[in-house]
């Protein structure tokens, strides 16, 4: 087997790596350190959770050892789709460069271009930026990428769905042709093979197929969810997670529900908080100070359930969730295995329960066929919501059911296939598992956010992409009070994606290892 000492790193990442406590190399490390030392270009297709991160952290830390950074010229740059992921870059930095001198700056919206070209100008080392971020960086011109050595785009997929593959374009086009580059991406859709094709020079590839096992430590259950009445389906949908939550009891020690929607996130989590739950959202329309409190504060253990987008918590490696919740099914199948991969890590159990209300069946066919496996259903715990009186169904309206919802003839897909396990067909709602708890109270139907139990337009998590160069027609106000350009944000959207994007094969990677330096909260900046 290989051992971090046959990799030919250097002995202070050794050291790094040794007091880390990981014993042995993952297959991605194991294939794409070796030739990234030699100098070569990676096309390393993997999902979060395979340890893709350490794969180009550690070569480039040996590589890097040797040199000085000079004013306002990053020696390397690391492409990160979210700030969150780069944040979490920068805090692998952190650790496996601990014994080694090396300057980094976080580049990240949300926080002052001002101590950002501090530091850049003292000279940095490793660069980790967001497209966007960078790209107004540059534009101000704050910084000269022509000293870069070593460029590494992570989760090239992402930012496809994100649109920043013509920013990535662009930096490509700034950074020396000589350069190392070290390319990630989950999946090689059409549009990424491109961008390899033209960019890559003769990559050493390094596949790592999708680790179905973990999901084995993570307990998934669906409650079929229908509304009474079509105009209450949001308030009883948030009851119905109520619920759901309390029907966990104690086990529920925290969790994060995952809405589709941002305006979910937020009236979720607001209809949480009213009623007396500990919860709190994370979304991309939320300051970064925001989102960087919150998670630390959920990392910490201080906040109970976070109410999340997928994008905003996309690859948050945080240890020991008890609980992912879906409030709704997600509308790319892959989307649900990152989800559930929050919890049940490190070979901890976990628990996934997902609300499916009846236009979100189609979905979650879309999600058994990639399990190749269908969920076991559970009835909502619970009695079902009772209408208060300024909320009651009209006389005709049909008696609100969840606990026994209608069944429902379920589309055969040609790509789903058979059932084999022993769970319960998909036209039944089953009992509650043996361990739910004995039912709660009934939830009470809530009126306060009935301004969103209409059908109401799609909000996405990500602002339009053009800008300055093609002219930009519509961007958020500047976060930074000090910028004096024009601000890009790397904010996204959440589930609106290209229709036309070609899909690759889905590699589906789940994290079960977990380093002690995970359980720190991660810095939201640093120096060497
Ligand atoms: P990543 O795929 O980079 O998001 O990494 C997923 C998790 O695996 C992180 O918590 C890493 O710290 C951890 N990890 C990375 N490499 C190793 C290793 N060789 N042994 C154990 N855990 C690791």
Do not use: W
Not at 41 to 60: C, E, H, R, V, Y
Not at 307 to 312: H, K, L, M, N, W
Not at 457 to 476: D, L, M, Q
């Amino acid at each position: 087997m290989t051992t971090f000492s046959d990799l030919k790193l250097g002995p202070k990442v050794l050291r790094a790596i040794e007091e880390t406590g990981y014993e042995t190399p993952t297959p991605i490390q194991a294939q794409a350190i070796p030739a990234a030392l030699e100098g070569r270009d990676i096309l390393g297709i993997a999902q979060t959770g395979t340890g893709k991160t350490a794969s180009f952290t550690l070569p480039m830390i040996s590589l890097l050892a040797r040199g000085r950074a000079k004013a306002r010229m990053p020696r390397s740059l690391v492409l990160a789709p979210t700030r969150e992921l780069a944040a979490q870059v920068a805090a692998n930095f952190d650790t496996y460069a601990k014994h080694v001198k090396l300057t980094k700056a976080l580049l990240i919206g949300g926080v002052s271009f001002k101590e950002q070209d501090q530091l850049i100008d003292k000279g940095v080392d490793v660069l980790i930026a967001t497209p966007g971020r960078l790209l107004d960086h540059f534009e101000r011109g704050k910084l000269l990428l022509t000293d870069v050595k070593i460029m590494v785009v992570d989760e090239a997929d992402r930012m496809l769905d994100m649109g920043f593959i013509p920013d990535i374009e662009r930096i490509f086009s700034l950074v020396p042709f000589t350069r190392q580059t070290l390319f990630f991406s989950a999946t090689m859709a059409a549009e990424i093979e491109r961008i390899t094709n033209t960019f890559l020079s003769n990559p050493h590839r390094v596949e790592v197929a999708r680790q179905a096992t973990a999901s084995e430590s993570i307990d998934q259950f669906v409650v079929p969810f229908e509304p009474s009445r079509r105009d209450r389906a949001a308030s009883e949908k948030r009851a119905a997670l109520r619920a759901v939550l309390d029907g966990e009891g104690d086990k529920l020690t925290n969790g994060i529900i995952f809405c589709n929607r941002k305006i979910d996130v937020d009236a979720v989590s607001k209809s949480l908080k009213k009623h007396g739950y500990d919860a709190a959202p994370i979304h991309g329309d939320l300051d970064q100070s925001q989102r960087t409190a919150t998670l630390d504060q959920f990392r910490a253990g201080d906040l109970k359930i976070l109410v999340a987008s997928d994008v905003a918590a996309r690859g948050l490696d945080v240890p020991s969730v008890s609980h992912v919740f879906n409030f709704d099914v997600p509308s790319h199948a892959e989307d649900y295995v990152h989800r559930i991969g929050r919890t049940g890590r490190a070979g901890r159990d976990g628990k996934a329960i997902t609300i499916c209300s009846t236009a979100d069946e189609r979905n979650l066919e879309d999600v058994e066929a990639l399990l190749e496996k269908t969920i076991p259903r559970m009835a909502l715990p619970g009695k079902t919501p009772v209408p208060s009186a300024d909320t009651a169904p009209a006389a005709d309206a049909p008696e609100a059911d969840a606990e026994a919802p209608k069944p429902r003839a379920r589309r055969t897909r040609s790509r789903a296939k058979p059932a084999t396990d022993e769970a319960a067909p998909a036209t039944t709602a089953e009992t509650a598992p043996s361990e739910a708890p004995a039912p709660q109270a009934a939830p009470e139907v809530e009126a306060v956010d009935a301004d969103h139990d209409t059908p109401r337009v799609e909000t996405t998590e990500r602002e339009p992409r053009s800008r300055g160069r093609g002219g930009r027609s519509s961007r958020k106000p500047a976060e930074d009070s000090q910028a004096t350009a024009p601000v890009r944000d790397d904010t996204r959207r959440d589930d609106t994606r290209r229709d036309d994007r070609g899909r690759g094969k889905p590699v589906v990677g789940m994290g079960d290892h977990m380093p002690t330096f995970i359980e720190k909260s991660f810095e939201e900046r640093m120096t060497g």
